[in-house]
């Protein structure tokens, strides 16, 4: 599977950024994709996850209430729209796949995600 992420970019504080990640990977059936994001000097952290075949979703604690992750089956590309950013939010962000019907509460798990896309920075101005 590869993932190609896009949408990165700069934006004031208070905006929005919508980032995509394309999948080459077809008929996704138990396959459940990623964001996670890595700011300088800091951990990797995990944004949001969705399962792909009934589109539930999780978040992290950070982002809850402003970012939405969706997918899009036809198109075989996951989404994260991003409202009220923040500077904290500055990040490079990645895409990850996981070939798998995962419980919500082990979306958050890098190690379990097998495939990673080439990261987007985001930078967010105060």
């Known amino acids: 599977v590869q993932l190609q992420a896009s949408g990165g970019g700069l934006v004031q504080a208070g905006g929005s950024l919508s980032l995509s990640c394309a999948a080459s990977?077809?008929?996704?059936?138990?396959?459940?994709m990623g964001w996670f994001r890595q700011a300088p000097g800091k951990e990797r952290e995990f944004v949001a996850g969705i399962r792909w075949r009934d589109a539930v979703a999780r978040y992290g604690d950070s982002v809850k209430g402003r970012f939405t992750i969706s997918r899009d089956n036809a198109k075989n590309t996951v989404y994260l729209q991003m409202n009220s950013l923040k500077p904290e939010d500055t990040a490079v962000y990645y895409c990850?796949?996981?070939?798998?019907?995962?419980?919500?509460?082990?979306?958050?798990?890098?190690?379990?995600?097998?495939?990673w896309g080439q990261g987007t920075l985001v930078t967010v101005s105060s």
């Open positions: 990977r077809r008929n996704f059936g138990n396959t459940a």
């Open positions: 990850a796949a996981r070939l798998d019907y995962p419980a919500l509460s082990s979306l958050g798990n890098a190690m379990d995600y097998r495939y």
